[in-house]
């Protein structure tokens, strides 16, 4: 029995109908996703970053001081060479140890030393000794009143510009009593000041001080006041 088909049936006539319904249909679900909105929005927070500020610690610069090695200890250097020789030399050789040169006619001048310290000492004046110099049977006050006040002669130019005050003498009573080394340590005037430098000079002959029982150099040092009248 032969098949027939029914024109109605026959699928390959409605082929290009599916195909523009599957395009059509695919079209519609693409637009659908491109229009599709989410809600739901996921919100990122970046995490600031906080600047963390280090400080730097400052170490000071030290000088690293150098360590110098001990010096090496000095070598002795013997220079003159000892010869060691037999204790039973002969020594009444013909060998001639002496000087060949020296003749006994010759003369050897000795030299003398003096002693520079005791000539210091007698040089250099003492202040205090044992037994103080003396004049006219009395002490320096003795000189001073009743010698130089009443030797002292006013300068008249001093007197006349009406000048006075303290002159300051010092001077040396030698061994023989004699006075030496007048100077003048603090003056006022010139007038002034020579008339009691001359004064101390004319002065006589005093009774010299001992040390250890012998005379020696004092040195004194005093006031000459000059006073209008």
């Known amino acids: 029995m032969e098949l027939k088909k029914n024109p109605k049936a026959d699928l390959q006539k409605k082929k290009v109908l599916f195909f ?6 695919s079209l519609g679900i693409v637009l659908l996703a491109f229009e599709w909105t989410t809600s739901n929005s996921v919100k990122v927070e970046l995490a ?35 010869k060691v020789v037999d204790d039973n030399v002969n020594l009444n050789d013909n060998t001639d140890i002496f000087d060949t040169e020296f003749n006994e006619d010759t ?13 210091e000492e007698e040089s250099t004046p003492f202040v205090i000794v044992e037994e103080m110099p003396t004049f006219g049977g009395g002490d320096i006050n003795e000189f001073r009143i009743n010698y130089v006040q009443k030797n002292l002669k006013y300068p008249d130019v001093a007197a006349e510009n009406g000048i006075q005050g303290r002159v300051i003498i010092s001077f040396v009573v030698e061994k023989n009593g004699s006075v030496s080394n007048v ?11 020579k008339e009691a430098v001359r004064v101390v000079k004319a002065s006589p ?12 150099r004092v040195q004194y040092t005093i006031p000459i006041i000059f006073v209008l009248q």
């Open 107 to 119: 003369k050897v001048n000795v030299m003398e030393f003096q002693d520079t310290e005791e000539e």
């Open 183 to 193: 100077k003048v340590v603090r003056g006022v005037d010139e007038s002034l000041d």
């Open 205 to 216: 002959k005093w009774k010299p001080g001992k040390q250890l029982g012998k005379p020696v």
């Open 20 to 25: 523009e319904i599957g395009l059509a249909f």
């Open 48 to 82: 600031g970053t906080q600047e963390v500020k280090v400080e730097q610690e400052i170490i000071p610069i030290t000088n690293r001081e150098e360590v110098k090695p001990p010096e090496p200890p000095k070598q002795i250097t013997v220079s003159d060479v000892i």
